[in-house]
């Protein structure tokens, strides 16, 4: 039986559903701001799909040349309206903010703020309300 969304609890700790953001992740598109997106949990993916791989400590687009980017800060809230799984609702959704790097093969280094929220339902990771702000 499937817990309501009025009286869901964490089918799992913050430090465990992070754990579950972690690893190499295969989209679809680059997103643009606003528009969300979600990844599959793959080691290899697909020629029109983007690699982004999630570190504890940042994160890197593979395809997107030279994109690297470092946690700034981040928080945590508990959705109790998101799917965790077939079964239960409720998942962890953090928000995070990173400085980012594209280091081009040719062309200028650019410096990016980024922010968004980041959550996994039903082993999907889904990205949503993308920022970036290019700094000069």
């Avoid at 754990?19 to 020629?47: F, M, S």
């Avoid at 791989?53 to 994160?59: K, L, M, S, T």
């Avoid at 890197?60 to 690297?68: H, K, P, Q, V």
């Avoid at 077939?86 to 928000?95: C, E, I, P, Q």
């Amino acid at each position: 039986m499937a817990t309501s969304a009025a009286h869901a609890r964490p089918e799992l700790s913050k430090t465990e559903s992070w754990k579950l953001t972690l690893g190499t992740w295969c989209v679809g598109d680059h997103p643009n701001d606003n528009e969300a997106y979600v990844g599959i949990a793959r080691d290899q993916c697909g020629e029109n799909e983007a690699t982004l791989v999630i570190g504890e400590n940042g994160y890197t687009w593979e395809r997107d040349e030279g994109l690297s980017c470092r946690y700034s800060s981040g928080k945590a809230r508990f959705d109790p309206t998101i799917a965790a799984s077939t079964k239960t609702v409720g998942v962890w959704v953090f928000h995070i903010v990173a400085a980012c790097v594209r280091k081009p093969l040719e062309g200028v280094v650019r410096k990016y703020t980024h922010s968004f929220d980041m959550y996994v339902s039903n082993g999907t990771l889904w990205i949503e309300n993308l920022r970036s702000d290019k700094k000069p």
